[in-house]
């Protein structure tokens, strides 16, 4: 007697080794469980609440988020769940990398946070320094670092 296909199917709810893991990098202080939500100022370009927030599925793209982040405090690299549909970042599909090398992605929706990498390389000084002299440039000619 013959299984039924369906007896085969796993269940939604059993984690699969091979799920995508997403990261976002910040200077924010969060907690396992919290939300990453949009409405608060951007990093980038004039600073206005972000319609969308980013995520990438790599953890130098999470890095540089970290490193490039506003405010006080360490550089933190977080393990995150989307909430909602993710579509390509098109501040550097669009415009930098087509094809979205980067995987970096961005959502109107929240993500929640999972963990947190506390061992990861940043950077070096030199690097960081050069990106946000190049960022200052851009603003300088009045090219926004993030389009809605």
């Given at each position: 007697m013959?299984?039924n296909k369906?007896?085969?199917?796993?269940s939604?709810?059993?984690?699969s080794?091979?799920?995508?893991?997403f990261f976002h990098?910040?200077?924010?202080?969060?907690?396992i469980?919290?939300?990453?939500?949009?409405g608060i100022?951007?990093?980038?370009?004039q600073?206005?609440?972000?319609?969308?927030i980013?995520?990438?599925a790599?953890?130098?793209a999470?890095?540089?988020?970290?490193e490039l982040?506003?405010?006080?405090?360490?550089e933190?690299?977080?393990?995150?769940?989307?909430?909602g549909p993710i579509?390509d970042?098109?501040?550097?599909t669009?415009?930098?990398?087509p094809?979205?090398p980067?995987?970096s992605y961005r959502s109107?929706?929240?993500?929640k946070?999972?963990?947190?990498?506390?061992?990861?390389?940043?950077?070096?000084?030199?690097q960081?320094?050069?990106?946000?002299d190049g960022?200052?440039k851009?603003?300088?000619?009045?090219?926004?670092?993030?389009e809605?």
């Amino acid at each position: 007697m013959g299984k039924n296909k369906s007896e085969n199917k796993p269940s939604e709810s059993v984690q699969s080794p091979f799920a995508q893991t997403f990261f976002h990098g910040t200077k924010a202080d969060l907690e396992i469980g919290d939300f990453i939500e949009t409405g608060i100022n951007s990093n980038y370009g004039q600073k206005k609440k972000a319609k969308y927030i980013y995520l990438t599925a790599t953890l130098d793209a999470a890095i540089w988020g970290a490193e490039l982040a506003s405010g006080e405090g360490p550089e933190r690299i977080y393990l995150v769940e989307p909430t909602g549909p993710i579509e390509d970042d098109p501040n550097l599909t669009d415009k930098k990398f087509p094809g979205n090398p980067t995987k970096s992605y961005r959502s109107a929706h929240p993500f929640k946070v999972v963990g947190e990498i506390t061992a990861w390389q940043g950077h070096a000084s030199e690097q960081v320094n050069a990106m946000k002299d190049g960022l200052a440039k851009l603003r300088e000619q009045g090219i926004e670092a993030i389009e809605d």
